[in-house]
């Protein structure tokens, strides 16, 4: 079974759970075996963004000593094998360009995605 | 600093779902250190936030165990703005929907943290400068 990940809803509890949880769910998987690629659409293109950094969150005394490292966890991916796509057209919309990612991300025109679907058996939209 | 306030936030957002749970702590994380009393009353899924029974947990995919993790648990944000208040002359009142509280089954709750009904979201806000409510989307 192949399935695509299609991760749109995006920064969602990022903070609390150190990291984006379909990203994370889909190292899981794959770790067990599963053979998965990402598609990120909407403002999940952002997770491809290099240098991010989201540390300095403090409350109080109360500070996170491990934050979000979303790049690095889809360089986790992309080192595991999983191919990483993202919509070209929801990047260019938010000013964001491919010297701006990491390498290895895949662009694919919105017109093409469609296309894209037909070569898993599952497409899993969060 | 001008004449001390007193804030009520409404919130409503569940831990774990949301960076405006988030936000609204960075909000009251900065009322509380200007020495303002902070009010909060928790709405449904917010009423889990300040959940005693939250538990760190090791995370196999990041390659940490759980003291190294050091997982964020939002009844630890609240515990600290909660002292963090009291450090700066202020005070916090956390109150949690009881009705709310019932339907989830989270009614242990971390010291600091009381039990109220609309009626007190409701005298909190007659009794502050402001209010802002920051609802689930």
Redesign the interface.
Known sequence: MKVLQIVESA?????????DTII?LT??MK?AGGDLDVLLRGNAVSYALKDQDASG??????K???PPRIDEQVNGLLGKGVKVYYVDEDASERGIDKSDLVKGVQAIPRGQVAELLGAYDHAWHW | MAGKKTLTFAIMDP?????R??TA??L??IA?KRGYDVNVFAYEGAVCLPFAKQQAHP????G?EAE?????L?K??V???I??AA?NGGKLDWVNCGLCVDERGVAEAIEGVRRGTPADLWKLAEGSDNTLVIGTR
């Open positions: 920064y969602r509890g990022t903070l609390e759970e150190q990291d994370w190292q899981a770790g969150l403090s409350f109080g005394d109360w996170q000593t491990e | 831990p774990y779902e949301s960076g749970s988030t702590f960075r009251i994380d509380v995370n196999a995919v990041h940490r190294e993790e050091n997982h964020p939002p630890d944000w515990a600290a703005l002292k963090s450090t």
